[in-house]
């Protein structure tokens, strides 16, 4: 079974920094993808980035990126010139590739604060 | 923009009545998924169903059932609510082969 690990509870940046989200994974296969998800607080959960396992360069979607080590299991989100609007809770989760229905497993989260 | 909505986004209840969570998709998905959302915890797959009629267990499915008739209706069913099964309850939708999963806002179950 695939797991997926969120080191950090809580994280806080001040607009317009920089901030980086750990996201660690296990799995013994090899086509998979990776997604951020965000959830405002009160709001629904909406997809930030994805990234698919076979290809080598990193995901990138307006200010957020990734940095993807597939040989040390690793997918760390990078916001840059943070907004306030980026207050939300983050979620790193791991799709296989097979299987009749994409399932999710997510990590734990990581509550983000951006202060003036 | 695919919507999925939920029945309710709050819902208290009284351990042993039997609860029905409610989700419609407008996009024409075949897949949905229903998790629950818990501090700590992050979000775990309840159950899923591929198609019309199709279910599959996910990693938590004790305490629950579902249902799914049409293909647009998903339901969530808690046979016996029980305290431990206050929580947030989220339902997904997406495509056949799609990876990109669609929420819908959520309902916060509390059973007293």
């Known amino acids: 079974a695939q797991t997926v690990t969120q080191s950090q509870p809580e994280m806080s940046v001040q607009e317009a920094e920089t901030v980086t989200l750990s996201c660690t994974y296990d799995?013994?296969?090899?086509?998979?993808?990776l997604f951020w998800y965000k959830q405002p607080p009160s709001r629904q959960m909406i997809l930030v980035i994805r990234q698919e396992a076979y290809k080598q360069q990193n995901a990138t979607e307006n200010r957020f990126s990734v940095n993807f080590q597939k040989a040390a299991k690793s997918f760390s989100l990078k916001i840059s010139d943070s907004q306030l609007g980026d207050t939300a809770m983050y979620f790193c989760?791991?799709?296989?590739?097979?299987?009749?229905?994409?399932?999710?497993?997510f990590g734990t989260g990581t509550r983000l604060q951006v202060t003036l | 923009d695919v919507k999925v909505t939920q029945s309710s986004r709050y819902l208290v209840k009284r351990t042993g009545e039997k609860v029905f969570l409610e989700c419609v998709q407008d996009m024409d998905h075949e897949n949905m998924f229903w998790y629950r959302q818990d501090p700590g915890l992050g979000l775990r797959l309840i159950y899923f169903s591929y198609d019309v009629k199709m279910k599959e267990k996910g990693d938590i499915p004790e305490g629950y059932s579902v249902s799914r008739e049409k293909k647009e209706r998903f339901s969530l069913i808690l046979e016996s609510a029980s305290t431990n099964q206050t929580s947030m309850y989220l339902c997904?939708?997406?495509?056949?082969?799609?990876?990109?999963?669609?929420f819908g806002p959520g309902t916060r179950l509390t059973v007293t």
């Open positions: 799995t013994s296969e090899n086509n998979y993808y």
């Open positions: 997904a939708s997406s495509s056949l082969g799609g990876t990109k999963q669609y």
């Open positions: 989760a791991f799709m296989s590739n097979t299987g009749t229905a994409s399932k999710l497993t």
